[in-house]
């Protein structure tokens, strides 16, 4: 019974094409995220959603566009994909946007191979 | 904005000793500071966390202290596991802010 799930785990396209991450929550949190991991680890913050609005952006190309249908699902949409763009991809999941936001709950992640 | 920095970037220890991991940030405002495992092939999962009106906090094996005054914190991770290889991530938050995450550090226990 997993909190956050995100599909699909591994995800291998060429340069140019469109992809979707899809990332759903059935804890009741109010806020979710994507966060992108790089080769060397690091974990930076691309964007964040409460009850369905856009709150934070975090100086991502708008090539990225996430859509929230619900506060239990948020989808990440890429287009033109670079190679630049391999990396693996967390959506994550807070209670609200109060203190308890500190709080991540993280998906297995999404492996983005951009050939 | 915060800076997180995390050291060692790798750690690797003997099966029953211990490991130390630490972090030091900028923003004074901070008061809030989780540590995340991350184990191959999974997201990051919180472990410990610390707030600002506390010095140090132990669960089982595990304790972070906090220096304010310095802006440091630490993870200590006794009697060692090969379970306890992953990757750790220590974080920052202040009033309003989001968690930064330090660079990560890939502990890895020899049995």
């Known amino acids: 019974d997993t909190a956050v799930s995100q599909t699909p785990k591994y995800l291998v396209t060429q340069m140019g094409n469109d992809k979707s991450i899809k990332c759903e929550q059935n804890?009741?949190?109010?806020?979710m995220y994507w966060y992108k991991q790089d080769s060397k680890k690091f974990l930076k913050i691309m964007f964040s959603?409460?009850?369905?609005?856009?709150?934070i952006n975090e100086t991502v190309p708008n090539r990225f566009s996430p859509k929230s249908p619900d506060k239990a699902h948020l989808n990440l949409h890429i287009n033109s994909l670079e190679l630049g763009d391999s990396a693996v991809y967390f959506c994550?999941?807070?209670?609200?946007?109060?203190?308890?936001?500190?709080?991540?709950?993280f998906g297995s992640g999404t492996q983005l191979s951009v050939l | 904005g915060e800076n997180v920095e995390q050291h060692p970037s790798t750690l690797s220890v003997q099966e029953g000793d211990s490991a130390v991991i630490k972090c030091t940030y900028s923003?004074?405002?901070?008061?809030?500071f989780p540590w995340y495992k991350q184990e191959l092939g999974k997201g990051p999962q919180l472990i410990i966390d610390?707030?600002?009106?506390?010095g140090e906090k132990k669960d089982q094996r595990i304790a972070v202290t906090l220096n304010k005054t310095a802006k440091h914190f630490s993870l200590h991770i006794t009697e060692t596991q090969p379970e306890d290889s992953a990757v750790y991530f220590c974080?920052?938050?202040?009033?309003?802010?989001?968690?930064?995450f330090g660079g990560g550090t890939r502990l890895m226990v020899k049995p």
């Open positions: 974080a920052a938050s202040g009033a309003g802010n989001m968690l930064t």
């Open positions: 610390i707030r600002s009106n506390v």
């Open positions: 959603y409460n009850n369905k609005e856009l709150i």
């Open positions: 804890l009741g949190h109010d806020t």
């Open positions: 923003d004074s405002a901070s008061n809030y």
């Open positions: 994550a999941s807070s209670q609200d946007l109060s203190r308890a936001r500190e709080k991540l709950f």
